[in-house]
């Protein structure tokens, strides 16, 4: 196994790894930008050490000086988390000739799977079904309309680097197809400096079903099943679950296969999403996502297998132990995205200080956080502050869980989109499993608050007791450190006695 890791990441996903490694017994070592100096990650980790000032591009995104700091420190790896640095080709290649190890794929298949054109050939060529349309950029307006028109409307325009639902433009009928054409382009520009655009057809009521795989370096590919991921708001998942309450045995079973192919025709290593759209019993190759996903804790809780644990396993040399006859999946388990956002107010980010934090526990439940009493919320990073995960014998009874766990969940002085999820445990269409990525527009009460939304009896516990303490409250902020700036510790336990 190996010794040592840098974490080049921050918030949620940071901590989640921070944890894997201890538990592996692998030195973690944690990076933050100024504003992040007391962020559970930070003082999760064995070491850390300060990158930057808070814009991502001046602190996490600096591939260089990441490599740097490894190599200063002694880490003989780098896991890059989700987002940020994760799927830049480019930097795990300069991981690698650096020396050090890239907890992920190679930057051979990262590049094939980013760019979405190239991997649409490279699924086709493999025998993987994918959405139809085309496999090249665009050259123009008129191109654009001669495929649009063999392929039928509605079509869909996207960035053929493109990526977290940007770039991508619904054209409904001929006459709005230019307009569309010039509009992706120029915001694959701005978002992603390659304004390439290609089209695809357009599916009327899909579901978003992604299959998890994890591969070795020496040649085994297992998936772990699936997950149902067609609550999404503007593309962006909000709620995932696993299994997905509609496929079959022999569906899972021949999704699974395709993934797994999909997964060895770029030589996979390590864990990775095959993204797909299904709908009426067909299914069609999405995306691949080339590292861990915000999702993966329901396929955890639902195969038994650790991620992140198996993440290092790959990346120190080891072969998988388990094949496909191996993995089963047991009872059934939902994940709601707890982000800082109103859910009531067109999912504005909101921003201030968590007055009060109550994590809700019991049987069966996950939470999988990044933030602190105290702590502040700004509007430098994504507005993800945690995920609530739970687990039970069949949906019915997740579903309960969830409810019971979402009143629990107390955050006191940032809005967040819990009542949201509240509305959606409760609504029949998700508790009948009758989801499509539409969901949100044919379901817009939903957004609406509920007439005895008050959050309970908690929420009233909460702001008493919120209260109570304001009246007696002494102690410094958190993060207030007087002005001195705390480049680097070691802290000397889980979570708070850190010795500086
Ligand atoms: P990104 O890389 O930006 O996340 P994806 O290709 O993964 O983009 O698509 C994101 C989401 O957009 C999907 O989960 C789905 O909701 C929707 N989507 C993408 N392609 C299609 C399509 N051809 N038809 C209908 N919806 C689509």
């Known amino acids: ?143 654009a309309e001669r495929a649009a028109a063999e392929i039928g409307f509605p079509v869909l325009l996207k960035a053929s680097a493109g990526g977290g639902g940007k770039g991508m433009r619904v054209v409904e009928e001929p006459a709005e197809l230019a307009r569309a054409f010039e509009a992706a382009s120029r915001e694959a520009v701005a978002a992603f400096g390659d304004g390439s655009v290609y089209l695809e057809r357009y599916l009327s009521k899909p579901r978003h079903i992604e299959i998890q795989v994890l591969g070795d370096a020496h040649g085994n590919v297992v998936h772990l099943a699936e997950r149902e991921c067609s609550i999404q708001r503007r593309h962006q998942k909000l709620i995932e679950e696993a299994p997905s309450p509609v496929l079959t045995p022999e569906e899972r079973a021949a999704m699974g296969e395709t993934a797994v192919r999909a997964a060895e025709a770029v030589d996979y290593r390590g864990a990775g999403t095959v993204e797909f759209l299904y709908q009426d019993g067909e299914f069609f190759f999405l995306e691949m996502n080339t590292r861990l996903q915000v999702e993966h804790p329901v396929t955890e809780l639902v195969t038994g297998i650790d991620l992140v644990e198996w993440q290092f396993r790959v990346a120190s040399g080891e072969a998988l132990p388990f094949g496909q006859d191996d993995i089963g999946i047991d009872g059934h388990s939902i994940e709601c995205r707890v982000t800082s956002e109103d859910p009531f107010g067109g999912f504005l980010p909101s921003t201030g200080t968590v007055r009060y934090l109550e994590i809700p526990s019991g049987p069966g439940v996950r939470w999988d956080g990044g933030i602190v009493t105290n702590g502040e919320v700004g509007l430098h990073y994504d507005p993800l502050l945690g995920k609530l995960i739970v687990h039970g014998p069949d949906r019915s009874t997740a579903i309960a869980r969830m409810r019971r766990a979402l009143d629990e969940l107390q955050i006191v002085g940032v809005e967040t989109c819990v009542p949201f999820h509240r509305r959606v445990m409760d609504e029949p269409d998700f508790q009948e499993g009758r989801l499509t990525i539409r969901y949100l527009e044919q379901h817009p009460d939903v957004l609406e608050p509920a007439a005895s939304d008050g959050g309970g009896l908690a929420a009233a516990v909460a702001a008493a007791l919120l ?30 006695n850190v010795a500086r």
């Open 1 to 143: 196994m190996i010794g040592s890791v840098l974490i080049a990441n921050r918030g949620e996903i940071a901590l989640r790894i921070a944890r894997g490694a201890r538990e592996c017994g692998i030195r973690s070592i944690a990076v933050y930008s100024e504003p992040d100096r007391l962020a559970p990650h930070v003082l999760a980790a064995d070491e850390a050490y300060c990158i930057g000032p808070a814009a991502s591009a001046e602190s996490y995104l600096r591939g260089d000086a990441l490599i740097d700091l490894a190599r200063r420190v002694g880490a003989e790896a780098i896991h890059p988390g989700y987002g940020f640095l994760a799927e830049r080709a480019d930097f795990a290649r300069a991981v690698e000739e650096a020396g050090l190890i890239f907890v992920g794929p190679s930057a051979d298949t990262i590049a094939a799977m980013g760019d979405k054109t190239e991997a649409r050939r490279r699924m086709q060529d493999a025998g993987v079904p994918i959405v139809p349309g085309l496999t090249e950029a665009l050259e123009d307006t008129a191109e």
């Open 467 to 496: 209260e109570e303490r304001h009246r007696s409250e002494r102690a410094p902020r958190l993060g207030d450190t007087g002005g001195r700036p705390l480049p680097a510790w070691r802290s000397t336990g889980w979570p708070w």
